[in-house]
Structure formats: C-alpha cells, structure tokens
C-alpha cells in the first residue's frame, strides 16, 4: 500500500510541504527514503533538513532568542542570525516595541531597554559623547524653552537635571555667548520672582519693572539672571 501524506505521495508532499515532512517520514516507506536521503544535510545535526515546521516562515528574528523556537527553525533562525552582532544581541531586538525606543533614544538609559532593545539601543548610541550616550533621558521633560513665556525651562545648575537633560545643556551651553562668566555657563536660571506690585516676575520681565541697578544691588537678580544682568551691564558700558 502506498504512503500518503496529506494526500500526496512522498515526492509531491517534500516538493510542497517542505523538507520538515522527512524528520517522521524519511524512513517509513522506500520513496520517502530516496526523496529524503539525498536532501539531507548530515553534518547539521537536529537541523538535517532544514526547520522543523511550516510556521517558521512567519517567525521573527526576535523570536530566536527562545532556545525552543531555534531548534524547531533552526534553518531559518541560523540565516537570521547577525554574525557580527554583540554577545547577546545576534538576532537584534528582542521586541517590536523596541519602535518606542528608536523614537525615544533616552530609553536606553534603562538597563532593561539596553538589554530588549540590544540593537536600536547600540545604533541610536553616540560614542563620542560618552556622557551623554543617547541624549535626554526625557525629551519633553528636558524642553529648552517654556512655549509660554520662551524663557529658558530646565535648570542645568542642578546637577540632577544636567544628568536627565544632558543633551539640551549642551545645546544651551553652546547657545549662548561664550563670554558669559564661569558661573552662568547655562544662562539665566528659571526661577520667579514674586513682587507685591507687579505679581510674579521671571528674569525676562524684571528689568522691565526695575531698575538695571538691581543687577547690582540684588544678590537674587544677579545670580538667578546673570545672562539678562550681563546684556544689560554691556550694554549700559
């Protein structure tokens, strides 16, 4: 009697259901032997004739970190492998949601992220900068400028936010004039000053109410808006 796979013989069932069918068929009748003997890849032990099943033409290459996954498609995830990827990272990003990262480098600050985003994390990373690897931790936390008032929103004296917003303190170190003093590298700071007569004042408004001597005489206005003290002092000679 005659074997039949799913219908078929042996030539027409390897020819259109893949050689996957010779792992349990090869030696049940002599035509499935002569069909898979000489398809078979002896020095590839348990990957012989390829993926173990159909469904590997659908996997991800993230899906190859499972070690289940890669010896049914031990075929497919072989090709998928990056042969010059990190330990670790040889099928690259573990995650589709990996695509947030990619949008939000600053992610990768997360040891996790760096770990499930192996690939996007390591391409979107600025070597140069060693301090500031994938820029802001958080762009909208690290905002420059107030979409209000303009003034300048992130206080980069603050240690901790010159770490979180790394990128945009470098960006307004090198915004500003270079001859401002040692200690207003990052400008005026965003602070506001509450008055009895014209409400809260920031470092933008107060020169508008008061006298530029207050640059002078006013320790607060001097060191929270030394940028504004400086153009005015300039400019007054």
């Known amino acids: 009697m005659e074997l039949r796979i799913n219908g078929l013989d042996c030539q027409q069932a390897v020819e259109q259901l893949g050689t996957s069918i010779c792992y349990t068929q090869e030696y049940t009748s002599r035509l499935c032997c ?4 000489p398809r078979k890849q002896p020095t ?3 990957c012989e004739y390829g993926d173990h099943s159909q469904q590997c033409s659908n996997i991800s290459p993230g899906d190859c970190y499972d070690v289940r996954n890669r010896q049914i ?22 995650s589709v949601r990996c695509d947030a990262v990619r949008q939000n480098p600053g992610l990768c600050y997360r040891p996790e992220n760096q770990r499930i985003c192996c690939e996007s994390c390591s391409q979107s990373r600025n070597v140069s900068n060693p301090a500031c690897p994938w820029g802001n931790f958080d762009q ?22 010159r770490r979180l ?11 500003l004039p270079h001859n ?15 008055t009895s007569h014209y409400g809260r004042l920031n470092c933008s408004t107060i020169l508008n109410y008061f006298s530029v001597d207050e640059c002078s005489t ?20």
């Open 44 to 46: 590839r032990t348990g």
């Open 218 to 237: 006013n320790p607060a206005v001097y060191v929270n808006c030394c940028y504004t003290c400086h153009r005015h002092l300039q400019g007054r000679g």
């Open 165 to 175: 917003c790394c990128q945009t303190c470098e960006r307004l170190k090198d915004w």
């Open 73 to 94: 498609c031990c075929d497919t995830c072989d090709k998928l492998r990056k042969r010059d990827a990190a330990i670790g990272c040889e099928y690259g990003d573990m």
């Open 34 to 37: 002569e069909v898979c003997r």
């Open 180 to 194: 401002l003093p040692d200690d207003c590298q990052y400008g005026d700071r965003p602070v506001i000053f509450s």
């Open 140 to 161: 909208n936390l690290c905002q420059m400028f107030d979409d209000q008032t303009h003034n300048v929103r992130v206080n980069c004296y603050s240690h901790q936010k």
